[in-house]
């Protein structure tokens, strides 16, 4: 059975033992659920569709990374809420609190708080400064090419490693409700994604996420409405019998049921907080827009669906506690839940649904699999061909019909290195992977970006050295944290104590970004730092685009 799904990033934070374990042995097949297949084909024909209308607008570079600008505020807003909220937010967040109470609800406080500072610090500056890709901000006023070449390693960092967690979980979950094995599944999963990406670029990966966004927001306002009969609509009857049947009782309302260290906490509240401001393919949706308006607009929709989805969230897994506790039929003779407990979800909706909603859901939750994973790729192939293919090897002396067939070869070798990755990491611990990407998010991309936009100070030199520290610091702290040292290699203790190396990793690049840049001395430092006048001017009224 799945001992976990990590399938997005919400639950690529749930790698503590009482909510996550590894992602190891076979899956037990379970009987083929009709609904399911008959729903997730309806959806591969429609988008494939989709794929094929959007390839006809995806020829010029600008059409294939940003839908040629084309998309509007709200249309981005439900696209960014697709490529945000996933397969994690509904199964492993539900699990997540099913599990441990309280405590899980840091996981979404943290998910939903980090759009705020996206609406006010980022989404205008960035729209601006940019052009393709976050990279392109640092670039603005920093001219060394190891500034792209930092930054571009770091991104596809978080790209790779979070693709291999998508795929693993994608691939997991075709197997257990599809009945179809694992290889195949994983090869048919990123075919899928190749062909979106590659044939219909953004304007394509765009509709996949927005109708994806569109079901599951439908299918869990269906799920807390059945809820929400089931308990006569009385939430402190859900409440009362979730306490009474969790083996927790009152605790489960506490905190300290899963991190109890102070440090623990401030890493995890980090890594959630900043992480996903550093995903580069949630921040590559921010210039499929006009301008920085409709940026910030953008933002402000995705905040409200996410928000809103998130508190649905909470609901499934008070319920989810008061109705599968107790109900023989959803646990092994064993007395584990069947699947474990990132099924929760599904169980419910079988609970108050019967098979036809299960299979919808199923569906849903493949689907979303399968848009984050495509915008992955999206991002990974841009990064490839522009940052560093264009701007760095070819010193921005690429023809646009050469960067888009090293585009389209990228995507290839993205879509080749995530079978070959899903295949080798079936059967281990991907706990590491999944933190690690989002750890480089937060304390490598995050503190790059934000200092780009408004630190003068900051220079070429202090980019490449903070980088370059932090991300050799996110890595060497998870190989030594509990994910690898006690979870992979057998250890009764760990040399770092945290999972998640957020705590440190994160002051070690803003030091070192500091430092270098504030004893950068060199002509270019200064005028690099000379050059902040004319970004910020820039970066409030974008009149001119300065990068390429």
């Known amino acids: 059975?799945?001992?976990?799904?990590?399938?997005?990033?919400?639950?690529?934070?749930?790698?503590?033992?009482?909510?996550?374990?590894?992602?190891?042995?076979?899956?037990?097949?379970?009987?083929?659920?009709?609904?399911?297949?008959?729903?997730?084909?309806?959806?591969?024909?429609?988008?494939?569709?989709?794929?094929?209308?959007?390839?006809?607008?995806?020829?010029?570079?600008?059409?294939?990374?940003?839908?040629?600008?084309?998309?509007?505020?709200?249309?981005?807003?439900?696209?960014?809420?697709?490529?945000?909220?996933?397969?994690?937010?509904?199964?492993?967040?539900?699990g997540a609190i099913f599990g441990v109470g309280f405590d899980a609800l840091m996981l979404l406080v943290g998910a939903t708080s980090t759009w705020p500072l996206i609406l006010i610090l980022v989404s205008e500056p960035l729209r601006n400064l940019g052009r393709f890709t976050f990279v392109d901000v640092l670039s603005y006023r920093l001219s060394s090419p190891g500034t792209r070449i930092i930054a571009a390693l770091s991104s596809l960092t978080v790209v790779i490693f979070y693709l291999i967690a998508q795929v693993v979980g994608a691939g997991k979950l075709v197997q257990l409700l599809f009945g179809v094995d694992y290889l195949y599944a994983v090869i048919g999963v990123n075919m899928l994604m190749m062909i979106y990406v590659g044939i219909g670029g953004m304007l394509a990966t765009t509709w996949v996420q927005f109708i994806k966004a569109v079901l599951l927001v439908s299918g869990?306002?269906?799920?807390?409405?059945?809820?929400?009969?089931?308990?006569?609509?009385?939430?402190?009857?859900?409440?009362?019998?979730?306490?009474?049947?969790?083996?927790?009782?009152?605790?489960?309302?506490?905190?300290?049921?899963?991190?109890?260290?102070?440090?623990?906490?401030?890493?995890?509240?980090?890594?959630?907080?900043?992480?996903?401001?550093?995903?580069?393919?949630?921040?590559?949706?921010?210039?499929?827009?006009?301008?920085?308006?409709a940026a910030r607009r953008s933002s402000f929709y995705s905040i409200a669906i996410i928000g809103y989805f998130n508190l649905l969230v909470i609901f499934f897994g008070f319920a989810a506690i008061a109705l599968l506790n107790g109900n023989p039929q959803y646990f092994d003779a064993n007395g584990g839940l069947i699947g474990g407990q990132n099924m929760v979800a599904l169980h419910l909706t079988h609970i108050l649904?019967?098979?036809?909603?299960?299979?919808?859901?199923?569906?849903?939750?493949?689907?979303?699999?399968?848009?984050?994973?495509?915008?992955?790729?999206?991002?990974?192939?841009?990064?490839?061909?522009?940052?560093?293919?264009?701007?760095?090897?070819?010193?921005?002396?690429?023809?646009?019909?050469?960067?888009?067939?090293?585009?389209?070869?990228?995507?290839?070798?993205?879509?080749?290195?995530?079978?070959?990755?899903?295949?080798?990491?079936?059967?281990?611990?991907?706990?590491?992977?999944?933190?690690?990407?989002?750890?480089?998010?937060?304390?490598v991309n995050a503190p790059l970006l934000l200092a780009a936009i408004y630190w003068r100070g900051l220079t070429s030199r202090g980019v490449i050295w903070g980088g370059a520290t932090g991300l050799l610091a996110s890595v060497v702290f998870i190989v030594i944290s509990p994910s690898v040292m006690v979870n992979v290699m057998g250890y009764e203790q760990a040399l770092f104590p945290y999972r998640y190396p957020t705590v440190v990793s994160m002051p070690v690049t803003v030091f070192f970004m500091w430092l270098f840049s504030v004893t950068d001395g060199s002509e270019l430092g200064s005028g690099e730092r000379a050059a902040f006048s004319r970004q910020l001017i820039q970066s409030a009224t974008g009149v001119a685009k300065g990068t390429s």
């Open 220 to 293: 869990g306002t269906l799920l807390t409405f059945l809820i929400l009969l089931e308990f006569n609509f009385n939430v402190d009857e859900i409440v009362r019998q979730a306490t009474q049947a969790h083996h927790l009782k009152e605790q489960l309302l506490a905190p300290g049921n899963w991190v109890t260290e102070p440090l623990g906490v401030a890493s995890l509240a980090l890594t959630s907080l900043f992480g996903f401001i550093g995903l580069p393919h949630i921040l590559m949706r921010m210039f499929t827009v006009s301008d920085a308006s």
């Open 1 to 94: 059975m799945i001992k976990s799904l990590f399938s997005a990033p919400l639950l690529l934070l749930m790698s503590s033992h009482s909510i996550a374990d590894a992602i190891a042995g076979t899956v037990a097949k379970q009987p083929i659920n009709i609904t399911a297949i008959v729903i997730f084909l309806f959806f591969i024909v429609v988008t494939l569709l989709i794929t094929k209308w959007a390839a006809a607008y995806s020829s010029s570079r600008q059409e294939f990374y940003t839908a040629g600008n084309s998309i509007s505020a709200w249309q981005n807003g439900v696209a960014i809420s697709g490529d945000f909220l996933s397969a994690a937010t509904l199964l492993g967040l539900t």
């Open 353 to 443: 649904g019967g098979n036809l909603f299960l299979g919808f859901m199923s569906a849903v939750a493949f689907a979303t699999i399968l848009a984050v994973v495509a915008g992955l790729a999206l991002a990974g192939a841009a990064t490839i061909a522009h940052d560093l293919y264009s701007n760095v090897l070819r010193k921005e002396q690429t023809d646009e019909a050469t960067e888009m067939k090293i585009n389209r070869l990228s995507i290839l070798v993205l879509g080749g290195l995530a079978i070959l990755f899903g295949i080798a990491f079936e059967h281990q611990n991907v706990v590491f992977v999944a933190t690690l990407a989002l750890s480089v998010a937060a304390s």
